[in-house]
């Protein structure tokens, strides 16, 4: 569907938009280039490898079937499955606050944002690294719904053989819905899966990297297996408007990893 030529548009087109309120996503390619997606993997490795201390709060998880003792990886980064809390990061911070990303973010929930949620997600190869059919809005208190957009970049390519994201177009206008643990052997921590939900129209979302999914937080999506001897691997966060309100009246703006983004 319409797609963001990066650098050479600035801004979501009203298509574009378009595209997102009805489909629940929209996909901005080239939106980063080549030298700011390796500074943030050279970031990431330094992490991982043990070369720079972690700044406060960040966090890094195995993957569940390297801590099961299953799988031997090759490496450290081959145990990885995600670093997350970057937030005091000022290098992978970059993303979060990059020019380019918040003046179309801004165009999705308005203009006065939080930032919540900052991963950087590796798929080894030789694991089984898929992420179950789910939606993000379980994992947030703020709402409504519509005042919250995910962002995913590719930092190496993401091809259905090295398990690139899956949407389910239009699903963001059924609602929330119930939530379980998938029933497979392997399932690393806080991955659950969307119930009794129908797959078969599915779209396959292949990136190369820097190009850049924005997606609305009620999208169903997921990924598949690394069936590649690479990694895949890619960045991101949500933003949240500052308008946004808990259900249950207390305040969603106080945990460590919520910031307010720069105007």
Not at 13 to 37: K, N, P, Q, W
Not at 51 to 71: H, S, T
Request: glycine fraction near 6%; charge should be neutral; charged fraction near 25%.
């Amino acid at each position: 569907m319409s797609l963001t030529e990066g650098a050479l548009t600035t801004t979501l087109t009203g298509e574009e938009i378009a595209h997102y309120r009805r489909e629940g996503y929209v996909i901005c390619h080239t939106l980063f280039t080549a030298d700011e997606v390796k500074a943030w993997d050279e970031r990431f490795l330094e992490y991982v490898e043990d070369r720079l201390a972690r700044c406060e709060g960040l966090q890094i998880m195995r993957d569940v079937m390297v801590v099961k003792g299953a799988v031997d990886p090759r490496s450290a980064v081959h145990a990885v499955n995600k670093l997350f809390c970057f937030e005091e990061d000022p290098v992978l911070m970059s993303y979060v606050n990059h020019p380019a990303m918040l003046r179309r973010v801004r165009q999705l929930v308005g203009p006065r944002l939080h930032s919540v949620s900052t991963n950087v997600f590796n798929k080894p190869p030789e694991v089984d690294g898929r992420h179950p059919m789910h939606q993000d809005l379980r994992y947030f208190r703020a709402r409504p719904a519509d005042m919250i957009v995910g962002t995913w970049t590719a930092v190496y390519p993401a091809m259905r053989e090295t398990g690139c994201l899956s949407v389910l177009p239009r699903s963001h206008l059924r609602g929330s819905l119930e939530h379980a643990l998938p029933d497979w052997e392997y399932v690393n921590h806080g991955f659950y899966a969307v119930k009794d939900v129908d797959y078969s129209e599915r779209v396959h979302v292949e990136l190369a990297p820097g190009d850049t999914l924005l997606f609305h937080p009620l999208l169903i999506h997921g990924s598949g297996h690394n069936k590649s001897s690479s990694f895949r691997r890619a960045i991101s966060t949500h933003y949240i408007n500052d308008e946004a309100r808990a259900p249950d009246g207390k305040e969603w703006r106080g945990k460590p990893t919520v910031r307010r983004v720069p105007d």
